[in-house]
């Protein structure tokens, strides 16, 4: 399925870069400023406005609720599109008489098993950061302690370690990988 979209992409793409299109008409560049945000938007709170604020108390009220509302949007998306991929392998079960075109197939379907693995033990880690905002215990470091930075709890609300901690587990992990 994920071959036959590629491959109709690409006559999409061959046919709006040609010079035909651009000559008829047909060819609309993308408008400036309109990006496609592929990475956290999806987490993004739709529900309200507010942003958490170093200006107030650390893990108030409102960000407890902002972030568990923030992580089971993200949990609710999650399982949303794991649900659309089952339905598809399930459609999408036509034998290819072709061989690559089987092979292609097979690869489509190990790529997105492995990617919905991936987010299994993604809504593990969900689970476990709601189950810290309910015990009080979440955007505090588990190695020192201390507050974990707004900024860093807003762009990846599953952290456990504050960024220092973080880069000196990063280190470590190298300096034991390269024994």
């Not at 470091?141 to 507050?147: Q, V």
């Not at 599953?158 to 992990?173: K, V």
Request: glycine share 4%; hydrophobic share 30%; proline share 4%.
């Amino acid at each position: 399925m994920l071959h036959r979209n590629l491959r109709k992409l690409g006559q999409v793409w061959r046919q709006s870069c040609s010079m035909d299109a651009a000559e008829s008409g047909r060819y609309k560049p993308p408008r400036k400023g309109r990006q496609q945000d592929l990475g956290n938007a999806d987490m993004a709170v739709k529900t309200t406005e507010y942003r958490p604020s170093d200006k107030e108390p650390f893990m108030n009220e409102r960000q407890r609720d902002y972030f568990r509302k923030k992580l089971n949007a993200w949990k609710d998306e999650i399982l949303e599109e794991s649900r659309a991929t089952i339905a598809a392998l399930q459609q999408d079960t036509i034998a290819e008489p072709d061989l690559a075109d089987r092979a292609s197939s097979e690869t489509d379907r190990a790529t997105e098993l492995r990617t919905r693995d991936r987010q299994r033990k993604l809504i593990a880690k969900i689970d476990e950061a709601i189950r810290r905002i309910d015990d009080g215990s979440y955007g505090y470091c588990e190695e020192t302690g201390e507050p974990i930075a707004l900024s860093r709890l807003d762009a990846r609300p599953i952290a456990t370690l504050s960024l220092e901690a973080q880069e000196r587990h990063e280190r470590r992990e190298r300096v034991h990988r390269d024994d």
